[in-house]
């Protein structure tokens, strides 16, 4: 039905030298990761997504209010949270928990829990309530997936 995305400082993939510093992110001894770049560059490109400067943290309620009320509301973040102040983290969770006493709300998130892997969890919030359950585990830069249960 639709997506927004939220970031404090949105890559604009028409301007070449923001996608050479984006590419330049990309380890280089990590081909399949430029390639999956690549890709994903082009796919957006094809149909870009809506992305607004903002801060998550303060900004998502927002954003959840403006989505439309006969959809499923879901929130994605990978390798995001990590980034944020533990104050903007604890923000952001209590922005998805305070509106889901409106409307049920789901939050899938890929954040690296440990050195060695990564875990996609599903957050399902409802009436203000929430619980998480590890979906996979998986390489933190893309190259395997463990999906569990």
Known sequence: AGRRGIDLHPIDLEDP???????ALVWPDHTG????????????????????????SADLPQLLA??????????????TLYQFPRESVIATFKAMQAASRQRELHFLGIEAYSPAWAELRWTHYSAGEREVRVLARCSPHGRWLEWID
Not at 17 to 23: D, G, M
Not at 66 to 79: M, Q
């Open 17 to 23: 030298e923001e996608e050479l510093w984006l590419r």
């Open 33 to 56: 990761r430029q390639e999956r770049l690549t890709e994903a560059v082009g796919i957006a490109r094809e149909s870009p997504p809506s992305i607004e400067r903002g801060d998550a």
């Open 66 to 79: 403006e989505a439309p009320a006969d959809t499923t509301l879901c929130v994605y973040g990978s390798y």
